[in-house]
């Protein structure tokens, strides 16, 4: 069964404390890798897609990379605008649908 | 601006009555979809649309119905027959899947 599980499930960090949010993925064939931004009551915001191993893309202070099994989502010297739940999901090949994570949920301080 | 609009933002529905939750686009996109999100769980696909007058049941579509007859609108309804429908609900549509899907803000369903 594809699965999607994402670690930790909340974050605390100081501001331009840098750190790492884990998705471990399991399907059956990956068609793509997705990161999601949502704030508290609204929908989520697209960040990224990853396709294959060893690919990497950033934008600002994220920096997503994916390995055959799980990808990362790296935050260097965060600030507290970056406070929000991430989340991810991926899609297999041959279907439509995305299968998300439960998110994690970070929270920068000043 | 283009973008998803999803009306009304809240909705409180009593037992026994079915409601219907908006959701309009102007981004010229084929596919649309529908999840619901619940405290502790990932979004599960309710039900999704990939042209006009057609549609597929997703991973929880009991209890739901959609219909799709104009490329900008995708309303759900929400029936007596859903058990549980107290969550926050998402539409959401693409052009091209390795763009990601476009969301809109969300409807928050409260039973009374």
Redesign the interface.
Known sequence: EDQ?TQSPEALRLQEGESSSLNCSYTVSGL??L?W?RQDP???????F?L?SAGEEKEKERLKATLTKKESFLHITAPKPEDSATY?C?V?ALGT????????TRLQVFP | DGGITQSPKYLFRKEGQNVTLSCEQNLNHDAMYWYRQDPGQGLRLIYYSQIVNDFQKGDIAEGYSVSREKKESFPLTVTSAQKNPTAFYLCASSIDRSLGYTFGSGTRLTVV
């Open positions: 999607v068609r793509g997705f999601y009551g609204k929908g989520p915001e697209f960040l897609t396709y989340l999901a899609q439509d649908k995305l299968i998300f994570g439960t998110g």
